[in-house]
C-alpha cells in the first residue's frame, strides 16, 4: 500500500510540481500586499495631519465629483476608523476604481494603482500570467493549470502523509526534525519531509478554499458538503476595501443607479430656481449615525441610499450589517443584517479569509506566509531527492554491469 501513495505522490508531483511552487510562491508574495502597498503609497493612503474635524461628507465629495469627467459617478465613500486613513471614494468606472481624498483639506491625494510587482504576483497565481479573459469564451488555460495543479497538490499532500506516517510512529521526532547532521543531503530530506507536515493545515486550508475559484463543479461540492447551496453572490455582505480580490474597495454596486434621485435632468449642483444642493446631502448623517451606533467597526461605507458596516478584522473579514437609507431625511433601515445573511454570502467570506491567512489577524498571516513558503519549497526539494534517488540508481546499475 505505501508502495501504491509513493507512485501517486511521485508521479502526479514531477510534472506539476514547478507550477505548484510558482502558485504557493506567488500566494505567499500577496500575503502583505495591502500594507506593502500603504507603506509604499504612504501619501495616498494617509493624510500628514489628523485635524479635530473633517470637511463634511457633501462638500467633500462635490469637491471630488467636480474633478471627474460627467460620465463617471461617486459609487460611495469608505471611512476607516484609523483617522490618519485617507477616505476612500469609490468610481463608477473603470471597473474597480477609486480615489482617495484628505478628509481634512478635501485634496485628492492619489487613485488606486496596484503596484507593478503584486499585479505580476496576483496574474500568476490565479492565471500563470495567461489572460483573465473574463468575458471570453472556451478554456482559460493559465486558470485551468493552476486548479489542476492545486488539485494534484491536495493528492501529493495527503499522499505524503500516508507515507509518512509509518516513519513517525519510530521517531516522530527524527520525522520532524530539520538539520545538517547529515550534510546537505540531510537538511534537503528533512525540508522537504518535516517541512511538508509542519506546513501541511496551511498550504491545505489555502489549496481546498483556492479551487472554489477553479472548478464550478468542485465549489458547488465545497458549499454541499459545508451544509451551503451555492447561489450567486448577493450584496448581504461587504468586502473589504483595498484586499488584493476586491481591489478597489468596499462600495462596488451599490451606486449603480447614481443619478436617480435629487437633480436628474438639471445641470450638476443646481436644483429648482437655481438653487445649490448636493446628491451627498445626506451621506455625512448616516455615517454620523452608524460610526456612533459602531464605534468599533473597522470601516464604514456609505452608497447612495445604502451603506454598509464591516463587523470585524478577523474571522470573516467581510462580515458586515447592510443598511437603506431615505436620501431626502436620511433615515436608515437596517437592510440585512450579516447575522441573517444568507448562507452563500457568509462561506464566500471564510473562504476568501481563510484563503488568505487573514481569518486571525497579523498572527495567522505570518503563519500562511511561511506556510506557502515551505509550500513553495515542497515540489523542489521532492525534485533534488528523486533525481538523487535516480543517479544512485544509474550509477548502481552501472556498477553491477561492470561486474
Known amino acids: 500500500m505505501i ?18 511552487t510558482l502558485i504557493c510562491f506567488s500566494g505567499a508574495m500577496l500575503v502583505f500586499e495591502p500594507e506593502i502597498t500603504r507603506t509604499a503609497q504612504h501619501s495616498v493612503y494617509y493624510v500628514e495631519e489628523v485635524k479635530a474635524e473633517a470637511l463634511p461628507m ?10 471627474l ?7 460611495g465613500v469608505t471611512v476607516f476608523k484609523d483617522n490618519a486613513r485617507t477616505y476612500q471614494v469609490s468610481l463608477s468606472k473603470p471597473r474597480r476604481a477609486s480615489l482617495f481624498v484628505n478628509q481634512y483639506t478635501g485634496e485628492v491625494t492619489g487613485s488606486y494603482k496596484r503596484i507593478g510587482f503584486f499585479g505580476t504576483m496576483f496574474k500568476l497565481h490565479r492565471w500563470l500570467l495567461d489572460s483573465a ?43 520532524l526534525s530539520i538539520s545538517f547532521a547529515k550534510g546537505w543531503k540531510g537538511f534537503w530530506k528533512g525540508l522537504h519531509v518535516a517541512g511538508g507536515m509542519y506546513a501541511l493545515i496551511f498550504v491545505l486550508a489555502m489549496s481546498l478554499t483556492g479551487l472554489t475559484w477553479s472548478f464550478n463543479w468542485y465549489r458547488t461540492a465545497f458549499y454541499a458538503v459545508c ?30 443607479g447614481e443619478g436617480r434621485g435629487e ?27 452608524l460610526r456612533a451606533a459602531n464605534a468599533s467597526a473597522p470601516q464604514i461605507t456609505v452608497g447612495p441610499e445604502t451603506a454598509s458596516v464591516t463587523l470585524s478584522s478577523y474571522g470573516n473579514g467581510r462580515a458586515s450589517d447592510r443598511y437603506t ?19 452563500a454570502d457568509k462561506l464566500r467570506g471564510w473562504i476568501y479569509s481563510i484563503h488568505t491567512g487573514g481569518l486571525g489577524g497579523i498572527i495567522t498571516r505570518i503563519l500562511w506566509f511561511l506556510g506557502a513558503l515551505l509550500g513553495a519549497t515542497l515540489p523542489l526539494t521532492g525534485y533534488y531527492i528523486w533525481i538523487r534517488h535516480l543517479t544512485r540508481k544509474k550509477d548502481k546499475d552501472g556498477h553491477h554491469a561492470h561486474k
Do not use: C, M
Open 58 to 67: 457633501a462638500e467633500l465629495l462635490d469637491g471630488v465629483k467636480a474633478t
Open 227 to 256: 451544509g451551503v447551496e451555492h447561489t450567486p453572490r448577493n450584496f448581504g455582505q461587504a468586502p473589504a476595501a483595498g484586499n488584493k480580490e476586491d481591489k478597489g474597495g468596499e462600495g462596488r454596486g451599490e451606486g449603480r
Open 133 to 175: 479573459n473574463p468575458h471570453g469564451e472556451g478554456v482559460k488555460v493559465g486558470k485551468t493549470l493552476v486548479g489542476i495543479s492545486t488539485l494534484i497538490f491536495v493528492i501529493a499532500l495527503i499522499s505524503g502523509i500516508v507515507i509518512w506516517w509509518p516513519r513517525a510512529r519510530r521517531s516522530l521526532r527524527e520525522s
Open 325 to 343: 437609507f431615505n436620501r431626502r431625511s436620511g433615515e436608515l433601515t437596517l437592510a440585512t443584517a450579516y447575522a441573517d445573511a444568507n448562507g
Open 3 to 20: 508502495r501504491f501513495f509513493r507512485k501517486i505522490h511521485l508521479w502526479l508531483s514531477v510534472p506539476f510540481g514547478i507550477i505548484i
Open 69 to 75: 469627467p460627467d460620465s463617471v459617478s461617486i459609487t
Open 263 to 289: 437633480g436628474r435632468g438639471r445641470h450638476r449642483g443646481e436644483g429648482r430656481g437655481g438653487r445649490h444642493f448636493s446628491e451627498f446631502g445626506r451621506w455625512q448623517q448616516v455615517y454620523d449615525e
